[in-house]
């Protein structure tokens, strides 16, 4: 299995330029934890994840009333609170290489590449995703081993 077979195609992407609200609109309109950031030339510049914006609004080093986070939302841009530089993947690489680099990284996606195109991201649930499917074909064939030695009995 590659990671073409398991990622999100064609992902919706968000300028560096966005604010932090839109960020966070499209991420709940789109029910997406993750979007890759693309310059106007459609580079890769980074991922911003909904981990990195909510960072961004509840700092622990930042003092500030409840008013001034709205504030925050509209004059924050996506390139503030962006991950730079992604670690990607190619979509003809294997999953698990994609699981490794997640799990090495400790990263939750990966944006797919094809030469210097955004064609896909893959996620943590992708992965968890297509092992579901592949345990659930695992036991269906064990079960229907166990089924057919004959008689419906067991040896």
Not at 147 to 153: C, E, T, V, Y
Request: charged content about 25%; overall charge neutral.
């Amino acid at each position: 299995m590659n990671v073409v077979d398991i990622m999100t195609a064609d992902p919706k992407t968000i300028s560096p330029h966005a604010t932090l609200r839109q960020a966070i609109q499209m991420m709940e309109d789109y029910h997406f934890m993750h979007v890759p950031v693309l310059s106007k030339q459609k580079h890769l510049v980074g991922v911003v994840s909904d981990r990195d914006c909510r960072k961004a609004i509840n700092s622990p080093y930042i003092l500030r009333e409840r008013w001034q986070d709205e504030d925050l939302l509209d004059k924050l841009d996506v390139r503030s609170v962006m991950s730079p530089a992604p670690i990607i993947v190619e979509p003809y690489a294997p999953a698990t290489e994609a699981s490794r680099l997640m799990l090495t990284h400790n990263i939750g996606c990966l944006p797919v590449m094809r030469a210097e195109t955004l064609v896909g991201i893959v996620t943590r649930s992708d992965v968890l995703a297509a092992f579901m499917r592949i345990y659930s074909k695992i036991e269906a064939l064990s079960a229907l081993s166990e089924n057919s030695n004959g008689n419906g009995f067991k040896h």
